[in-house]
């Protein structure tokens, strides 16, 4: 992780760190929201499908006689699995709808920031540019009192000249 993606985290999801699942954020929780976030992988379908057609194989050629057709004790498991899988699902989503709220707070804080500070940005260049163009009207009036001075220096420049010239004739 970068150091601004490390300050970013700091400076904005740290004051949300305060808030956890109404579920807790103990072992239980965590293990539950893994175990339920299992359920949905390819890995645990393929799993199951397999189990599932090994026990029906068993019990249909006679290899077994623990589950006959029509399959009882299977419907039982899935019932169970089922009963145990809706709530660790929904533990989980609420636990992930926790951390997309204190993300999307602490987004939403940091467009606030950003839109502040380029609010600030803004006035400031409005305000320097104002000072920029006080500056330049301030040299404008400098530039015409050089150019007067100089043009009043030139004229009794020629005027001490030539009074100095008629002096010497």
Known sequence: MSNGMKNF?????IPHAHLSSPFGDDWFAQKAEMFARF???PTFLIIQT??????MALNFFGIFH????PFILLNLAFSLQAAYAAPLILLAQTRQAD???AHSEADAQHREDLARASDERQI???TQ???????????NVLTEKVKSLSENLAELTKEVHEA???SQE
């Open 9 to 13: 985290f700091h400076r904005y999801h």
């Open 39 to 41: 359920f949905g992988t």
């Open 50 to 55: 397999i189990i599932v057609g090994i026990w």
């Open 66 to 69: 623990f589950d006959e057709y």
């Open 99 to 101: 951390r997309d709220k």
């Open 124 to 126: 400031l260049a409005v």
């Open 129 to 139: 540019t104002a000072l920029i163009l006080e500056m330049l009207e301030k040299n």
């Open 164 to 166: 100095i010239v008629k």
